[in-house]
Structure formats: C-alpha cells, structure tokens
Nanobody, 124 residues
Framework: QVQLVESGGGLVQAGGSLRLSCAASRRTFNSYNIGWFRQAPGKEREFVTAISWSGGSTYYASSVKGRFTISNDNAKNTVYLQMNSLKPEDTAVYYC?????????????????WGQGTQVTVSS
C-alpha cells in the first residue's frame, strides 16, 4: 500500500507560479511511476504529466508542455510539479497517482494509488 499526500496548492494570479509536492509513505516509492492529474468542476479528471520511476522519462499533456515541469527526489520519496505561467484554465484539484508496473500511464485507470488532491486556483 502506498499513501500519497499532495501539498502546495493555493490561489495565484494568472502568470504566476506554484510548486506542488507529492509525498509518499513508502520507502520503495522509487519503484513507482508517478503521474499528476487534475479535475476542474464539472469535468473529467485529465492527465497533466508523469515521470518514470527512474526519473529518466517524462510525459506532458500538450496544454501544459513548456509551462509545467515534473521532477522527483527519491531520497525524499517526493515528486514535484513546478507550474509556471499559470492560466485561469489551470484551475482544478490536482491529484498525484502512483503506478507500480510498466511505463508511466496517461489514463486514470492505469494508476493504482491516489492522493486526496490539492486545490489550485488561478485568478484572471
């Protein structure tokens, strides 16, 4: 079992930055691929970015490429999501998720464990 806890959300003006953290409870966290998803009110949860367990491969949704950066610190059992040039359409609850096997996925059903989410609100 892996417990994930997101933090770092908040209210920011358009053009600003936030860094989200996803901390895991398990020492073998570095064996898991980690993804970030987001869900806006009335919309389905959507893929944002993911990183392989080794940190060697990253994937981004086209809507955030060039603005968001995912990174990991396996020594701290933590994955980070640096979000720059934020837009009002980035407003959502952001979730991190862990997938034990295979490559990082881009679909919700591919992930085994989920955090509780952290709210990001971008004002115009």
């Amino acid at each position: 079992q892996v417990q994930l806890v997101e933090s770092g959300g908040g209210l920011v003006q358009a053009g600003g930055s936030l860094r989200l953290s996803c901390a895991a409870s398990r020492r073998t966290f570095n064996s898991y691929n980690i993804g970030w998803f987001r869900q806006a009110p009335g919309k389905e949860r959507e893929f944002v970015t993911a990183i392989s367990w080794s940190g060697g491969s990253t994937y981004y949704a086209s809507s955030v490429k060039g603005r968001f950066t995912i990174s990991n610190d396996n020594a701290k059992n933590t994955v980070y999501l640096q979000m720059n040039s934020l837009k009002p359409e980035d407003t959502a609850v952001y979730y991190c998720a862990a997938r034990y096997s295979g490559r990082p996925g881009v679909e919700v059903h591919e992930y085994d464990y989920w955090g509780q989410g952290t709210q990001v609100t971008v004002s115009s």
